[in-house]
């Protein structure tokens, strides 16, 4: 056994192990600490936990209370190794307990928010979940609004959110697998998947890449993400981010794994699909056919949002000839009084609009859509009366921005947001033909891309077997097939 | 109850791999034969060119079967593998050149030829980037927007109601026609790609991979199917642009456009068509260069890390060189493709050797 802070294991000397704590964790300097020694029956004992992170009525009354209530003749001819276990058979009523040796795990667990019991004479020391700090309560998803379907949200304490997963999917198969990434900073991750609906060897890869993060603070979920992704370079996310607890249960159900991370307010779900990007538990909700027209106006607004101010300069520069005689004489009429080449009128705008709408986020409060709906009534009006703009182009850049607005992930929005831009320069360097190489292209990189050894646009390229539920939404009876990475013989 | 064993997975997965690459030589044997049609067909035969493109899809049926021979064997073939290589790569300039033409005198008419050209290979080249997988599934994603699509702008862009721009049935003559049919044999080189195992499947051993190839029937009516929209395309072509009219256009590019008779460049239907035929030229280029890159690392094992820089820095020479003398040479030049393709096609009849 080695002393200080290169101690591994406990020993049997209290003294020793308590030293040894007081030095990892920085006492008398660190105050947050409590470390307290007192005596249980025939023997000393002492208690490890950190201020305000556990519940200190239910260690007066559960832990230190009974302990400090045993006679003093309690447990002398109890044997140094078991002392632990007598105060826990004899005195101590709280239920999670563990027992633990190394100084790394106990330390772990403090942090965490447990208390850890050490009694004089044992190598081996109680971990009990004492935690108490305050959190938020459960609350309405912000990023994911429905109309029909439940209105909670995970929040930011991962055991709140496994609960809330565990009320909705109530099967024994449901596995929790707790995880703890990142280098110098270890994050709490809880794993979860349905035992014979996931498969093993998918669950194995993303165990794999979960273990190999040597970042030092992966604080959330979505920094988890960025690691597990096959392909960091793509504008395209390969894991789907949620905040609703049902799309959560609906992910297990479909065969994939979720990854919850303590301070996170949303889960993780791999693999995924870029299908899984364009549905809303709305379509779900509602009946097949306005699910499906509902995923229609969707894509149709993804496709204004991403293709038109591109294709507005394409026509305008090589192929005018397709704008009506009376469209293309207003076109440049307005479009001589304005000094900016069409191009950089173009790329302003555009980068106005995503200019308004991050502040818009940032703002506090209901600032957020006022700000908005001043700066771009404000903006666009003195734009076009000073002649900065043409008013074709507001109207094709406000249009594009409002199909934004229906693409349901918001990583994924910020994605095609990039790719409006390259379409936007392809139209102004090649019209529309470069913008069809360019989208090819795109495209291409899209499909060559996998999650976690699944190909992101399957079903549909390469085919597999799934659902009709892919771009049209049919009747649910008819969708009985599981996800084709779901595991085989489920 | 479908079988959902993990071998049946395995063979399933190479089924979807198969199917997919088997899509991908149907939709690049349909843009040779209608660019072929338009650039040699039309120019010997004028608006018979369709007869004669239809003389490729028993030579697409005969490759088909030679392809699937060579798929399901397992003996090294170096010399076919080479031969493969540089008809792909020739495809691919082919497929480029007419990319650039059409895209010259159709949408781009300002631009220089050079400047296209660039684009169009660096678009290529980067589709090639991507990888194999990337360019057979956006054509298997495609398919039906490539082939319907085609099919129907072209349908609504017909202008007279009646048949009579397909006659005379034979053209200038019977002798015309069997001579453009002759040159329209090289418009099915693009099914030998079949020959190749797809690269999404390098990961799954030789033995399972030959032990789950699907039969012949299986990529025979998808290829079929791809050269015959070809062919309709052109019969199309021919209803909507009168023997007088297409006599009298002596470039490549104005007679690939379709629905003549709304004028060229007159309209968002005829630019939407447009798009497709450069999209489906655009891809057959980028598959059969990946398939060109392919066999030579197969004839060329030590050539393997650098195969697709190879492949790529050969096209582009030659891409550049036909710019410079003429993108009509490749057209000239497009028919002497059946050569190759024929002496590759000897060369799958080697004695099989089974898993």
């Known amino acids: ?490 | 109850m479908p079988n959902t064993t993990p071998e049946s997975v395995v063979a399933a997965r190479i089924r979807a791999a198969y199917r997919v690459r088997a899509c991908a030589a149907a939709v690049c044997t349909g843009a040779a034969v209608f660019a072929l049609g338009t650039g040699a067909g039309m120019a010997i035969c004028l608006n018979a060119a369709w007869l004669a493109a239809a003389a490729a899809l028993p030579a697409c049926a005969l490759l088909t079967l030679l392809a699937h021979r060579a798929l399901t064997s397992s003996r090294p073939a170096r010399l076919r593998n080479a031969l493969l290589a540089a008809l792909m790569l020739l495809l691919a300039v082919f497929a480029l050149a007419a990319l650039v033409s059409l895209a010259k005198q159709t949408m781009l008419p300002h631009a220089t030829i050079s400047y296209i050209a660039r684009t169009s290979f660096l678009m290529a080249a980067l589709c090639c980037a991507f990888g194999g997988a990337g360019v057979s599934r956006l054509m298997f994603a495609l398919r039906f927007v490539l082939v319907l699509g085609l099919a129907a702008l072209c349908a609504l862009s017909l202008r007279g109601e009646s048949a009579s721009g397909l006659f005379p049935l034979l053209g200038p003559g019977a002798q015309q026609v069997a001579l453009a049919a002759l040159c329209m044999l090289a418009g099915a080189a693009p099914v030998l790609l079949l020959a190749l195992p797809p690269a999404e499947l390098a990961e799954i051993d030789e033995a399972t991979r030959l032990g789950a190839t699907p039969g012949p029937g299986f990529f025979l009516w998808r290829v079929l199917l791809g050269g015959a929209i070809g062919v309709l395309l052109l019969a199309a072509l021919s209803l909507g642009g009168p023997y007088e009219r297409i006599a009298q256009e002596t470039s490549w590019g104005q007679r690939m456009l379709l629905a003549r008779a709304s004028g060229p460049r007159a309209g968002g239907t005829q630019t939407a068509l447009l798009i497709l035929q450069a999209a489906a030229l655009l891809l057959c280029a980028a598959q059969t260069m990946l398939a060109g890159a392919q066999a030579l690392s197969a004839a060329l094992p030590r050539l393997q890390p650098f195969a697709l820089p190879v492949a790529l820095a050969l096209c582009a020479g030659l891409l550049t060189a036909l710019v410079y003398t003429g993108l009509e040479t490749a057209l000239r030049a497009a028919p002497l493709l059946s050569l190759p393709a024929a002496a590759a096609g000897a060369l799958c009849l080697g004695r099989r050797k089974s898993p």
């Open chain 1, 1 to 490: 056994m080695r002393m200080g802070e290169d101690a591994i294991t406990l020993t049997d000397d209290l003294e020793i192990n308590l030293r040894c704590l007081r030095e990892r964790l920085c006492m008398p300097d660190n105050q947050d600490v409590l470390l307290r020694r007192f005596r249980s029956g025939a023997f000393e004992s002492a208690l490890l936990a950190i201020d305000g992170m556990c519940d200190t009525r239910e260690i007066d009354e559960n832990i230190l209370k009974p302990c400090m209530d045993l006679p003093r003749d309690a447990g002398a001819d109890v044997p140094g190794g078991e002392r632990v276990a007598y105060l826990m058979e004899n005195a101590v009523s709280i239920l999670p307990m563990q027992m633990k040796e190394r100084f790394d795990d106990l330390i772990a667990d403090a942090l965490s928010g447990q208390c850890v019991l050490l009694c004089e004479g044992s190598a081996a020391a109680c971990v009990m979940d004492t935690r108490g700090f305050d959190k938020r309560g459960v609350g309405r998803p912000e990023a994911e609004r429905v109309v029909l379907g439940p209105h909670e949200s995970f929040t930011e304490s991962i055991r709140t959110n496994i609960t809330l997963l565990r009320r909705i999917v109530q099967r024994e198969t449901l596995i929790t697998e707790f995880v703890s990434v990142g280098g110098a900073m270890k994050t709490r991750c809880a794993l979860l998947y349905l035992r014979g609906t996931a498969d093993e060897a998918m669950l194995a890869r993303i165990r794999q890449r979960l273990c190999a993060i040597d970042y030092d603070f992966p604080l959330t979920t979505g920094e988890i993400g960025q690691f597990i992704e096959e392909h960091p370079g793509s504008l395209i996310p390969q894991t789907v981010h949620t905040e609703r607890p049902d799309r959560a249960a609906s992910f297990l159900a479909e065969g994939q794994v979720i990854v919850l991370t303590d301070g996170s307010p949303a889960a993780l779900g791999a693999p995924s699909t870029i299908w899984h990007q364009l549905h809303t538990p709305d379509d779900t909700s509602m009946r097949w056919q306005y699910g499906t027209f509902l995923r229609l106006i969707r894509l149709l607004g993804i496709a204004v949002h991403v293709l038109l101010p591109g294709i507005y300069l394409a026509l305008l520069r090589f192929h005018p000839e397709l704008f009506s005689p009376m469209l293309l004489t207003s076109v440049y009429e307005s479009g001589s009084r304005v000094p900016i080449p069409v191009y950089l009128e173009a790329l302003l705008m555009t980068l106005a609009f995503d200019l308004i709408g991050e502040a818009g986020l940032r703002a506090p409060g209901s600032m957020g859509n006022a700000l908005g709906i001043v700066s771009g009534l404000i903006l666009g009006q003195s734009a076009v009366s000073a002649d900065i703009v043409s008013p074709l182009l507001l109207i094709v850049v406000a249009a594009s921005g409002l199909g934004g607005f229906c693409v349901p992930n918001y990583a994924l929005s910020i994605g095609l947001r990039i790719v409006q831009l390259i379409v936007l320069t392809a139209g102004a360097a090649g019209g529309l033909y470069l913008i069809a190489l360019v989208l090819l292209a795109l495209l291409c990189s899209l499909c060559r891309m996998q999650s976690i050894g699944s190909p992101l646009t399957a079903p549909v390229t390469p085919p597999r077997r799934a659902n009709p539920d892919i771009l049209l939404r049919l009747p649910l009876r008819r969708q009985k097939a599981r996800a084709f990475f779901a595991k085989h013989d489920s």
